[in-house]
């Protein structure tokens, strides 16, 4: 016999949310699949709702709405909650997402660790686990501790986003420097050990995601640029990442972009990389990786020689946001990963460098450092949006920014 939580999970999945569904669908059942969306992200959004606000803010009769959101609660996506104040007439009754079910799985892969979390439906973490692998990072160590996760929460997680520095296309992870990848098809080895959807992304992808959480309005364009063990560029259009024809949009680490640091050599190979002169190894010294802690990557900045470096560092990045702005025209750039660690000297030495020799008729769009959010919310929202087709997740807190 099934227990309660094998149940909610399969009537999710044999309901309009569930995988092949579409196809199913009639005109009537896509219809009824968008007002539960849409109702569903009224209910994730910051204000209380309850079925008389949803009803009012979507023109649908109260009857529907009822209806929609007692489906919901059904499928274990929302909760009844708290009374909400009287406006005079009967207090209604709040209607919220279900945190203490479901989850997204986010899998985080840097160089020598994995960061596997698990983020509810309200885009807090309930679970984060951390192995250290010194020799390198496999990707059979990869499936081995995402699967192990999902295995363990089997009923509760929704879907899987696994998050890779290096040219990814969604399923394989086609070249990573920094992990020494090659054509690794990591959504299939995952599929051989678990039943749930799996979505491979870039890094920088991934915080360019993040950073659209913080969004009020739509249709921001933004240029992140990444910058840590390795450098990575992504552009943003409401929400969403250009990927480019063969999903190599934003691949600039191993780009030279000429200036002082043309003839340093950079461990691909070439000359002149932006990452042989401006990521926090070049910077910081052979010490620094991703994964170090912030003291200990400040107690690097003030080893002798490491504020000159920065300072060329930051005209590297300079000149190539330059290029990168007057090519996509974004309405701010955001400097995100590590590199908020060197401090406003940097972010000040960039914006300098940015503005000295600006081409005429391009735009000077605001510069700033990432928001202090958690690295998993732009995957988990990525990948829940495709399971729900509603991302849901909000971050927890909205810091002040730079």
């Keep these: 016999m099934l227990t309660a939580e094998a149940q909610l999970r399969t009537r999710l999945e044999s309901s309009v949310f569930g995988r092949g569904a579409d196809a199913l669908l009639d005109g009537k059942g896509k219809i009824r699949r968008d007002h539960l969306r849409r109702a569903l992200a009224l209910i994730a959004s910051a204000d209380p709702v309850t079925r008389a606000s949803l009803a009012r803010s979507t023109g ?14 059904a499928l274990g996506l929302v909760v009844e909650g708290e009374q909400a104040e009287s406006t005079g007439g009967k207090p209604g009754t709040r209607v ?21 979390v698990l983020l ?8 984060t686990r951390e192995s250290v692998h010194p020799a390198g990072v496999t990707p059979a160590d990869v499936v081995a501790v995402t699967a192990e996760v999902v295995r363990e929460f089997r009923d509760r997680v929704l ?3 696994l998050q ?3 040219v990814t296309d969604g399923s394989v992870v086609r070249e990573s420097v920094l992990l020494g990848w090659k054509d690794v098809p990591l959504a299939d080895l995952l599929a051989e050990e678990i039943d749930v959807p799996v979505v491979i992304l870039n890094d920088a992808d991934g915080e360019a995601l993040t950073e659209s959480a913080f969004d009020e309005v739509d249709g921001v364009q933004r240029l992140v640029l ?31 972009f000429g200036g002082r640091g043309s003839q340093v050599r950079c461990r691909c190979g070439g000359l002149g990389c932006i990452e042989a002169v401006a990521s926090l190894t070049a910077v910081l010294g052979p010490d620094f990786h991703d994964e170090l802690e912030p003291d200990a990557v400040r107690a690097l900045l003030r080893a002798d020689g490491a504020e000159e470096r920065m300072l060329l560092g930051a005209e590297a990045v300079a000149a190539a946001l330059r290029i990168l702005s007057g090519l996509t025209d974004p309405h701010e750039i955001v400097i995100a990963g590590r590199a908020p660690l060197l401090g406003d000297a940097f972010l000040a030495a960039v914006r300098e460098g940015f503005a ?6 391009t735009a000077s769009p605001p510069i700033r450092f990432a928001h202090d959010s958690d690295p998993a919310l732009g995957p988990g929202r990525l ?17 002040s920014g730079s």
């Design 226 to 256: 990444r910058m840590g063990e390795g450098i990575g560029a992504a552009v943003t259009i409401d929400g969403r990442v250009l990927p480019g024809a063969t999903s190599r949009a934003g691949e600039i680490g191993h780009v030279a």
């Design 60 to 73: 649908l009769t109260t009857a529907t709405t009822s209806s929609l959101v007692n489906e919901l609660i």
């Design 356 to 361: 000295t020799n600006r081409a005429k008729g």
């Design 96 to 116: 919220e997402v279900n945190r203490a079910f479901y989850a997204v799985c986010v899998v985080i892969v840097r160089a020598q660790s994995v960061e596997t």
């Design 164 to 166: 890779s520095p290096g």
């Design 120 to 127: 509810d439906l309200s885009g807090a973490r309930v679970l």
């Design 159 to 161: 879907a899987v986003c």
């Design 383 to 399: 990948v829940l949006g495709r399971v729900l087709g509603v991302s849901m997740l909000r971050p927890a807190v909205y810091p």
